[in-house]
């Protein structure tokens, strides 16, 4: 039966929604909705729907589908506007209508169903309401004083973020969905616009605080802020107007919330979660709520279970758009980094910037305008991005692809043996541009665990030279890479199998650090190196580099990163040293450079060199992204080819924040704030995903660790189906038969969400 009385609080398109739905399922319910404003009070102009959530409406209630298709204005094209130029891509299929016209759809159908609707009305408190009522939808917005009331259950965690925008309205229709960009005396603002009716726009002006301020908003009122933006985007706007409705400058607020209901008060909308406006998700999400909440309260058998179901449901679909929306506006808060890139590729960079939007979506929507993107990329015919070459010193990669280091914890006394063999000839034959070796450790001391690889003895080199030469006889035109490191406060462990980061129970050995600091509770303390002892360090790296070079590896990458030794000295988290090693990022900086110069100065001069960082210790008081760009320019100035740019593992009680491509962003930043090559890695899973991210040039190289053990062939099985067989890749001949993709069974869409009859 579910809920028969149920209380709205808040009366925007998802309260209203999921009063319509819950009224329709079952007549005899009794539906109040509180809306505070009048009925024809609305803040904003328009908003955007997508054809996802058109249909699940359309299988829930055809009356009100049926409504907003006869009043939908549609385009397909996104206009993107960069000093001077405009590029279009076409293919995307937007439907936008009034938030007024919205809301009195949703009245109307409220009415004719028998919802009660209360307009200027404040709500009860939620907890008053759900004393006398069987559910209580709490849909009162970003500010939801429901949320506030029960923070302590709700646990919401709120963001705000480092731009200013005002939302107003231009009396006329844009053609497309139009991005513009204008570079003041103060900076850089953009406009976001597109059309909701045949003679309305929706226009968002949003710039950076500092921007904002500088620029003097701060001290105008919205009269002057509005007639300021029309003259800064005149050329947008054909010289016309702008105009205002209930609006003011604000910075987006992120809301997450650990819990979605309390008792049987339940959160929707923009009172659970926001997204940022640059993908349109806000009115998106509350309607798809409002469906999947009114789905579970008919399927499942108590309330309580109904509510526990809707969160499951519905939270990881809302984690993938708010990771979406925060990709999308720290795009648009760092913008002013790609106002150097070629008009085309700027554009083809914002479109994909939320990694919604992707490569070969884009190929399929527009393949002209992608093709000529890739042309102005220098692309080879044919060739996807991830097939062209890049040049470091003399050695060219004949791929953007890269086997991620990968700790095998496979030898024995340090010696990679068939193990090995087996594992990284398979990736060399498995056609990536670029394979490394896991961290080969400098000295026995310097391992992380008794199964970890070394190059501190002549046996070692020996073994590492019959790797080396089976990859570049097998697989001609794959490179090898070593990373050398040292294992610091993080070694003489179990393997990762047995207990990641957990002390050997017996066969220590004594650890070295920047300080005697242990990596967490119950690990050993390690010995602070004297100053005479840092000589020893660089020693064991230069000999280390020396039998490489002899091993026959073709780059070699100094391991900064994870909190190991060299890492231990850059992170003010692992370095409290008072001498010339610590204290300020210079002095940090200073015995790791030292080591790099010293194995610069014995690896041959026409391979490449190249450093792995972690480019945030997501830990507070630790590196932070600013550092990770002064110490990659650092590396730079000394003669690195390219960083690595990987995050974390510093300390043990970090916070990382997870997600697809998650550690781009810093790859992504330290490439386009200093021109330095960048090696992405983290999370990285799809060949779209490394079209994507080298074509909008987010990045040089993406190394991938988990998809190579998966599919130690990934690159040719990316390159087999994506149609490609060029120089890029190359199948080995008794692999020949296997190059085209294997035929695969058919499936099928999933049916819409909520399917009612009438």
């Known amino acids: 039966m579910g809920p028969l009385r149920v209380a709205v ?4 398109p998802g309260g209203l929604y999921a009063a319509a739905l819950l009224k329709r399922l079952d007549p005899r319910r009794d539906i109040t909705v509180w809306e505070r404003n009048a009925p024809d009070d609305t803040f904003g102009f328009g908003v955007v729907l997508s054809d996802e959530t058109l249909g699940g409406i359309e299988g829930a209630d055809p009356v009100v589908h049926a409504t907003l298709q006869a009043e939908f204005v549609r385009w397909d094209d996104i206009d993107v506007v960069h000093r001077g130029t405009r590029h279009t891509s076409g293919g995307h299929g937007f439907a936008a209508l009034g938030r007024r016209r919205l809301l009195e759809i949703l009245h109307e159908r409220c009415r004719q169903l028998g919802v009660n609707l209360r307009f200027r009305s404040e709500a009860p408190s939620a907890a008053d309401l759900a004393r006398d009522h069987d559910l209580v939808v709490a ?5 939801s004083a429901t949320r506030e009331a029960h923070a302590d259950t709700f646990r919401p965690r709120v963001e705000e973020h480092r731009c200013r925008y005002i939302w107003l309205a231009a009396d006329f229709a ?3 969905f139009r991005f513009e960009i204008a570079e003041t005396e103060h900076g850089v603002m953009q406009l976001h616009g597109y059309p909701y009716t045949g003679g309305d726009s929706t226009v968002i002006v949003e710039m950076r605080e500092e921007v904002w301020r500088a620029a003097g908003f701060d001290e105008l009122d919205v009269s002057e802020s509005v007639e300021r933006c029309a003259k800064i985007f005149t050329e947008a706007l054909g ?5 205002s409705n209930n609006s003011a400058w604000t910075a987006f607020r992120t809301v997450v919330n650990e819990k979605w209901s309390h008792g049987n008060v339940v959160l929707v909308g923009d009172a659970a979660h926001t997204a940022h406006f640059s993908i349109g998700s806000g009115t998106k999400l509350a309607v798809e709520d409002a469906l999947a909440l009114a789905a579970c309260l008919q399927e499942q058998p108590t309330t309580a279970e109904a509510l526990a179901a809707y969160e499951a449901e519905r939270r990881p679909v809302v984690a993938s758009t708010q990771r979406a929306a925060r990709a999308s ?8 980094l790609y106002l150097g890139q070629p008009a085309r590729q700027f554009a083809f960079n914002l479109l994909t910037r939320s990694r919604r939007v992707t490569h070969d979506n884009l190929r399929l929507r527009d393949p002209r305008f992608t093709e000529a993107v890739e042309r102005d990329f220098g692309c ?8 062209t070459p890049l040049r470091l010193r003399d050695l060219t990669l004949r791929n953007r692809v890269v086997v991620s280091p990968m700790d095998m914890y496979s030898a024995q006394a340090g010696v990679p043996g068939d193990f090995h063999l087996v594992h990284l000839g398979a990736r060399a034959l498995g056609g990536a541009g670029l394979v490394m070796t896991e961290m080969v450790c400098v000295s026995p001391e310097g391992r992380i665990t008794p199964g970890c690889t070394g190059l501190y003895t002549t046996e070692q080199a020996t073994a590492w030279r019959r790797i080396t030469e089976f990859a570049h006889t097998q697989a001609p035109g794959t490179a090898v890479g070593v990373q050398l490191g040292h294992s610091g406060r993080k070694g003489s462990t179990k393997l990762m199998w047995e207990g990641i980061d957990e002390p050997l129970p017996d066969g220590n050995w004594p650890l070295v650090a920047a300080s005697p600091l242990p990596y967490k509770p119950g690990s050993q303390t390690p010995h602070e190196l004297a100053t005479g002892e840092l000589a020893d360090v660089r020693e064991q790296f230069t000999s280390a580099a020396l039998r490489a070079a002899d091993a026959g590896f073709d780059l070699l990458e100094l391991h900064c990163a994870h909190g190991y030794l060299l890492s231990g000295f850059l992170s003010p988290l692992s370095n409290h040293r008072t001498d010339a090693y610590g204290g300020s990022l210079t002095n940090r900086l200073r015995f790791p450079l030292e080591v790099f110069d010293a194995v ?8 490449p060199m190249t450093v792995r960082i972690s480019a945030t210790d997501w830990a507070e008081g630790g590196t932070d992204a600013h550092d990770a760009v002064e110490i990659a320019r650092a590396f730079a100035a000394h003669g690195a080819d390219a960083i690595d740019v990987s995050t974390g593992q510093v300390v043990a009680d970090e916070k990382p924040a997870y997600g697809r491509s998650y550690q781009v962003p810093f790859a992504d930043r330290i490439r386009n704030e200093t021109g330095i090559p960048v090696i992405s890695v983290g999370a990285i899973s799809s060949w779209d995903d490394v079209n994507s991210l080298i074509l909008a040039g987010r990045t040089d190289l993406c190394a991938l660790a988990r998809p190579h053990l998966y599919d130690p062939h990934w690159t040719l099985h990316a390159a087999a189906e994506q149609g490609y067989a060029g120089p890029g890749v190359a199948w080995p001949k008794p692999y020949e038969a296997g190059s085209r993709p294997p035929q695969t ?8 969400r909520l399917t009612l009859s009438g």
């Open 9 to 12: 609080i808040g009366g925007g």
């Open 329 to 336: 506006l720290e795009w648009f808060e760092n913008i002013g």
């Open 600 to 607: 610069r100065d014995v690896w041959p001069g026409d391979r």
């Open 174 to 176: 844009f053609d497309a």
């Open 239 to 243: 010289g016309r107007g702008l105009r």
């Open 380 to 387: 080879p015919p044919g060739a996807p991005p991830m097939f």
């Open 745 to 752: 069974g058919r499936s099928d869409a999933p049916k819409p």
């Open 139 to 143: 849909a009162d917005g970003v500010h």
